[in-house]
């Protein structure tokens, strides 16, 4: 090959390379932008989590008879507490209760349901239940793992931090909430995280057993992190240049 054709390889290389990759911007990757032309989600009023079947819960018993209280194994720490799973029939099995149907009832709702079926045999009985498996999951372009649901109105800010948070190839404008539902069939939430009127939509906040996939964004191959690996990518791109230049002169 002439020397001339090398050289205009090279360039074509080169300027194709440098064509074909960008940066970053805070448009694609920038959280609670104000941009009218991202997706505008209306509010949502909050709503408390409900028990799923397969769901375990710790409830304690509180009263003055200490007897009736040990013998239920309510007096324990919470890393020892028993857990009750509610089964297929949403109902679950406590010590001295027929099964008690908690499936579809919030915590507060659930509470009172079991006040009422212990003060049959307890008078002075109080209830504190709570959830014995709150844990989320994330997977995809992401720290993956499972974490704790350490507070009510987790939400999904929150959320991704306790993984590390988004690499800049996730794709922020297809995170999907994979949230199960009681009647066996999976809601699939899809939402653009880049926008500010994600706060107090239907996406804000994360519940007990989410899954929350992040997938890649398309093209991010192409694209550097940093300004500087783009300089450093125009940097390798002349030292090739250089290098295939020296070459053709010496042979």
Known sequence: MRKGGVVHTVLLSALAALMLTSCYSHRVVGLLQEDKRLPQYEKAEYEPYRIAVNDEVIFRLITMDETISKAMGTQMTVNDAVSYRVYADGTVDLPFLPPIRLEGLTLDEAEDTLRTHLREIIPDAEVKVSLYNKTFTIIGDINSGTFSVYKDKLTIFQALAMSGDLANSGDRQHVRIIRPHGDG???????????????????????PNDV???????GSFYKVSSYS???GLITSSLSLLVAVLNYTTLF
């Open 185 to 207: 069939e999976p809601e699939v939430l899809e939402f653009d995280i880049r926008t500010n009127t994600i706060i107090n939509s239907k996406y804000y906040y994360v519940y």
């Open 212 to 218: 929350i996939y992040v997938s890649r964004a398309p």
């Open 229 to 231: 690996g783009f300089l």
